[in-house]
């Protein structure tokens, strides 16, 4: 890791140079592609004379057929068929634009589009016009970035730290992951598939990035396995959605040896580039809080269109954020278990606490947690310390899902709380003020793997985090009087006022709110005949009373205005008899209307006769309104009760500061 820092300083001290024409936030338009750029010069030197013979002999061959020759004379997946390289460019200050950009463009296909996707070119003229680009060249030909020097892993070190520092105000989980979470998420990954699987001689196992970034998740992974099994082949897959991320992560597989095209630029949620493929492993750290409204469209249709033969059938979250989507996207990649491939997938992802608990029952996040836990897909969730990561310091999970259980992990979810596992570090990077240490890592993964309950472990069954949110009903009960108070309501009502308005034009509408009017003052009139000091507590009994009055003046009503008149003579009262919406249903209080939310391993009548009756004898269930949710509240399962200070403890703590304070006060004061 020397040459990693070393190398991360070199550069940024390149960067310095550019100030001036170029914000610090603008450095990385520059360092970047030519970091990629002097790493790919680097690469290639050894086999730069040789590619230019055989692209001489073959010149007239179409570049698709020249091109697996020359990436056979330069043993890497690409080549350069220009007669520059970072030294000659140097020979040449006066047409040094030219000759980069002909230097650029004599890479073969898949490296031009890494370059491409910087959107390079455009940077040149401005450098060359601010007499930038000749002194930027030579401070990076003087960077040793030969595989020899800087291995690939280190490489990808390179990368990242670049980008952070370019990007300190980007969204939380952007770019990139500390790598001792990415670390951590590897080992809890693979944990189960250690000894049966992965150690098999020859072993090619495929691993998914849905939010790629620089690719760091794939090269760890690939580490890993390579550490456990020197014969296997983790092949990497990944889609990104930020242009310079997509490149540096194509070029870094390029470098590899790896086949480039598995990395593809695009909208993972909203333009799967993978949309056949299915993998053994999936890893992502999808962005938090990110609002996804901007390409709900074509989200929402997959949804109801296709349903559970598309990604998002168990449902869709709020707009507001999109990490959810990416749980159901990276799901939907997840190999079936068969005969011909028992071990079927293993999935993980970062998430934000909003993932355990957003959303009451019968919404879009409850609904998804309702399929995962239902159809057994959680293994495990682990709590991560606060201030791990870059540019947020919020509350982070791992979880671990997996469409194959161990036996004795079906219908069980282990919670590992890991808050406290951590390092402050020396000097904070950015948000980032804490680390895992190795041995905590170690031990994470212990406690995990060993699933044994402890103060930092918790197992639960997958029913423990459902439950049945019920609709609790009381009944309406209501009183009539006709007052001048409650006529004054009655001409207030919507359905009443509505009688002296019209849709009508010109003439035709001046005669109908007029006919409204005379309407109105009628019923007002028959309405007055029954004004009284007596209080009818029985709606049946008083709306007889008013249909009576109403049909002896030859007054027909409709059942709007019917309903406005009663409810601006109505009031509520507790003495009041029931109000029924027929003969045999009683008419809830929608102002009394409550939910209670009722674990799903307990009986709803039990607990409703227990809990509700006691209180309001009256109530009663409206089980056309249940709702069976989910949530993971995964703070309160490891919540610890710390007592009070006694009154007299505080007060004493009190006066001892008022006699430092004294005491201090006495000094300044001489």
Not at 356 to 372: H, M, N, P, Q
Request: proline fraction near 4%; glycine fraction near 6%.
């Amino acid at each position: 890791m020397i040459n990693f820092q070393d190398k991360v300083s070199f550069i940024w001290s390149i960067a310095e140079i550019l100030r001036g024409p170029y914000k610090p936030e603008d450095y990385g338009k520059i360092v970047l592609p030519l970091a990629v750029l002097r790493r790919f010069d680097c690469v290639l030197e050894s086999t730069k004379e040789e590619v230019l013979a055989k692209a001489e002999q073959f010149a007239t061959m179409s570049e698709e057929a020249r091109e697996p020759i020359l990436n056979r004379v330069s043993k890497q997946n690409f080549h350069n068929t220009s007669k520059y390289d970072f030294k000659k460019l140097l020979t040449d200050s006066d047409n040094i634009a030219d000759n980069l950009r002909d230097y650029i463009n004599g890479f073969s296909k898949v490296a031009r589009d890494i370059m491409e996707h910087f959107d390079f070119d455009r940077q040149i003229d401005k450098l060359d016009q601010n007499n930038l680009l000749y002194l930027t060249i030579k401070r990076f030909s003087e960077l040793d970035l030969h595989p020899e020097t800087v291995s690939n892993v280190e490489m990808g070190y390179v990368f990242e730290e670049l980008i952070r520092r370019f990007s300190e105000h980007a969204e939380a989980g952007d770019h990139y992951t500390p790598r001792e979470v990415i670390r951590l998420m590897t080992h809890l990954l693979f944990l189960h598939d250690d000894a049966n699987i992965l150690t098999k001689p020859g072993l090619t196992q495929t691993l998914y990035d849905a939010a790629a970034g620089t690719g760091g998740m794939g090269s760890v992974a690939q580490e890993y396995l390579l550490n456990l099994n020197p014969t296997a082949h983790l092949e990497f897959f990944g889609q990104e959605i930020n242009p310079e991320s997509y490149a540096i992560c194509k070029a870094d597989l390029l470098i590899k040896g790896e086949d480039a095209t598995n990395i593809r630029l695009g909208n993972t949620l909203s333009n799967d580039k993978f949309p056949t493929d299915k993998f053994d492993y999936l890893i992502s750290n999808p962005p938090y809080g990110v609002d996804w409204k901007s390409y709900e469209k074509p989200i929402k249709a997959e949804h109801e269109q296709q349903g559970f033969d598309g990604r998002f059938g168990p449902g869709t979250p709020r707009t507001s954020d999109g990490q959810l989507l990416f749980l159901l996207h990276l799901l939907s990649k997840m190999k079936d278990v068969t005969p011909e491939n028992p071990q079927g997938s293993r999935l993980a992802i970062i998430m934000n606490g909003s993932p355990l608990f957003t959303g009451d029952a019968g919404s879009g996040e409850s609904e998804i947690r309702k399929y995962v836990l239902e159809n057994d897909l959680v293994e495990g969730i682990v709590a991560l310390p606060n201030d791990l990561f870059y540019n947020t310091g919020i509350a982070t999970y791992i979880w671990i899902l997996t469409n194959n259980k161990a036996p004795l992990s079906k219908g069980k979810v282990r919670l590992i709380n890991a808050v406290d596992f951590y390092k402050k570090m020396k000097k904070s990077m950015g948000s980032k003020r804490n680390e895992i240490r190795e041995d905590q890592l170690n031990e994470i993964v212990r406690l995990y793997g060993d699933a044994q309950p402890n103060e930092s472990v918790k197992i639960f069954d997958n029913e423990d985090f459902g439950y049945a949110k019920i609709t609790v009903e009381r009944p309406l009960r209501l009183n009539f009087q006709v007052s001048e108070e409650r006529l004054a309501r009655v001409v207030e009502e919507k359905g009443f006022a509505n009688l002296a308005t019209s849709k009508k034009k010109g003439d035709a509408a001046h005669f109908e709110i007029e006919e409204g009017k005379k309407l109105q003052a009628q019923i007002l009139h028959v309405l007055r005949t029954l004004e009284s000091d007596e209080v009818y507590k029985n709606r049946e009994v008083f709306t007889k009373i008013l249909k009576d009055a109403l049909a002896e003046a030859t007054i027909k009503l409709g059942a709007s205005v019917l309903k406005a008149i009663l409810n601006g003579l109505s009031e509520k009262d507790e003495t009041a008899d029931v109000c029924m919406k027929n003969k045999k249903d009683i008419e809830p209080d929608t102002d009394l209307r409550d939910t209670e939310s009722v674990p799903l391993k307990e009986d709803i009548e039990e607990y409703f006769a227990r809990e509700v009756l006691p209180h309001v004898p009256d109530a009663w269930i409206d089980h056309s309104k249940t709702k069976i949710g989910y949530e993971i509240p995964f703070t309160r399962q490891f919540y610890k009760y710390t007592a009070l200070r006694s009154s007299a403890e505080i007060m004493d703590e009190i006066r001892t500061l008022e006699v430092e304070i004294a005491e201090q006060l006495k000094k300044v004061m001489g």
